[in-house]
């Protein structure tokens, strides 16, 4: 028997759930698990290679798109097909959304699609981005559920307008932090038929559709966005919202189990769900939500493979993920989840939530990123220049060229 240890963050349902039900592993496998939880900003801004290597590396650990592809290029990463393939007769693997292990599968080729290449992670959670709004507040303003981007930047004007500045009219992430560039804003932009890097491989978000989506983007946040906008983490964001601070939010579907908790919300049972807006274009526009997958990771350097991979079947497995879906950890990977009765009966009272998310997740939502080793750079250059652009200290067409040229000259390979 081995110790299996296991790295991964705080304030995170999927995590808790582990640490909730380790005793359960031990006892299933005889194995012992050795668990290591850091604080989120740090874990998220994934300088934690020195955790990953060592005398004591952790076995497996917590990533998603973008930071997995930087632990690709330094090597921390075990492909996964080999095990998934001998595993369990009770595992299932065929059980998992296509669309996600789809997200997780990578040459490690700057530009190659993801889809190709080997299994690089499991998903256990995941989300995409809808459009989440506040029923009591549309209803005071005799506002319309917004179908286009436009539509949804007139609307939270008007609700700013109509509440005398009470209340603002949509929610936005914003703190200096690489994932800022990619919920809501990523959605926008992709749906306004802009992309980060072009068939050549050269980054194209100054180009003239890119300038035009931010441009829209940053007008909007000072009209009618978070007057805290540079402050507003994802955690905030999504109490604010669930408090009624905001009447309009895209961004990530998981805050469903912040919204219906009244430990969180008090607007429990009164939030309502939809697609994300379109981008301009007729007849109808592109609608491209974004996607992101939480997920287990074997690392490459474990010395302890087999047992690391007796956790990840545990921890991924069809019982474990219903239950902790339960718990807070949402959405759900397997379709038998989506699918199990007391699921459907539990999400029946969350407007619009089933069908919405479910769809994003199987249908609409991609990786919509170029995958490359060094994405975490240019995401993070990305949203200073949108940063700069708010607060005033370039243009958005300015911001965003020297960003592109700094990226640019980032490796990518």
Known sequence: MAVVRFFGPDTDAYVSSVQRHV?????????????????????????????????????????????????????????????????SADYHPEDFLESLLKANRWTGRFGDPLGSGPLLEIPVNCESYNLAFVVDTMDRFDLEIPQTWD????????????????????????????????????????????????????????????????EHFISALKASGPLDWTNQRWYELALDFANGRYALLVDSDHYVAYFENPEHSTHVGRIGYALPPAGPGAPGGLRRPN???????????????????????????????????????????????????????????????????????EELGSVLVTPCASYLGVAS?????????????????????????????????
């Open 291 to 361: 996607l992101w997958t939480w997920s287990l990771v074997m690392n490459a350097r474990s010395r302890q493979k087999k047992a690391a991979w007796d956790f990840m079947q545990w921890a991924s497995s069809p019982g474990f993920l219903l239950r902790a879906a339960f718990e807070g950890n949402m959405n759900p990977t397997r379709k038998s989840s989506w699918e199990d009765e007391s699921f459907l009966s539990r999400t029946h009272a969350w407007d619009g939530f089933h069908p919405v998310s479910r769809k994003l997740a």
């Open 151 to 214: 539509a949804y930047f007139k609307t939270a004007s008007r609700v700013v307008r109509q509440s005398g500045g009470s209340l603002r009219g949509f929610g936005q992430r914003g703190i200096d932090i690489w994932h800022t560039m990619y919920t809501g804003y990523a959605t926008q932009f992709w749906s306004y038929g802009a992309r980060d890097f072009d068939d050549d491989g050269r980054c194209a978000i100054a180009s003239d559709v890119a300038v035009t989506a931010t």
């Open 23 to 87: 005793r359960e592993f031990e006892e299933l496998t005889g194995h012992t698990a050795a668990l290591r939880i850091i604080p989120s900003d740090p874990y998220f801004s994934n300088r934690i290679h020195a955790e990953l290597q060592g005398d004591e590396a952790a076995d497996v650990y917590m990533s998603g798109p973008v930071l997995l592809w930087e632990h690709v290029a330094a090597g921390f990463v075990e492909p996964l097909d080999d095990y998934v393939n001998g595993a």
């Open 381 to 413: 250059r990305w949203t200073r220049a949108l940063l700069e652009a708010y607060e005033g200290r370039a243009t958005v067409k300015d911001a965003l060229r020297k960003a592109a040229a700094d990226i640019d000259r980032m490796p990518k390979r």
